[in-house]
């Protein structure tokens, strides 16, 4: 290969002279970097049928980003889910010591009547 062939690659143009549409990305690093910053979204549904009647379905949804693109889209499953968060976990332990004291509270109430 001559260097000016070698040159011209480099500057982006394929080996008519022609400029490529869109910067090729160098690796593997480029392509996931652009997949987590914009997101990809995997869906399909399974029907099973058996003479017109359904018999079982399966939604499938598969969303791919970065955290910061989630927290954007205002999914934040994360933050409430008690095996992933401490502060769930906390927020899960007061609302079950919460739910007692309202029972004993209602049965001392019945008790005093």
């Known amino acids: 290969m001559s260097e000016q062939t070698i040159s011209t690659r480099r500057a982006g143009m394929d080996r008519y002279g022609f400029t490529s549409p869109a910067p090729r990305p160098e690796g593997l690093a480029d392509i996931l970097e652009r997949v987590l910053d ?18 079982l379905t399966v939604k499938i949804r598969l969303l791919v980003v970065s955290v910061d693109k989630a927290m954007e889209m205002g999914i934040d499953w994360w933050k409430r889910d008690p095996m992933l968060s401490a502060e769930a976990a906390d927020a899960k332990e007061l609302a079950d010591e919460n739910r007692e004291l309202r029972a004993r509270l209602e049965e001392l109430e019945r008790d005093r009547e």
């Open 38 to 55: 914009k997101g990809i979204i995997i869906a399909g549904d399974i029907r099973v049928n058996l003479v017109d009647v359904e018999l």
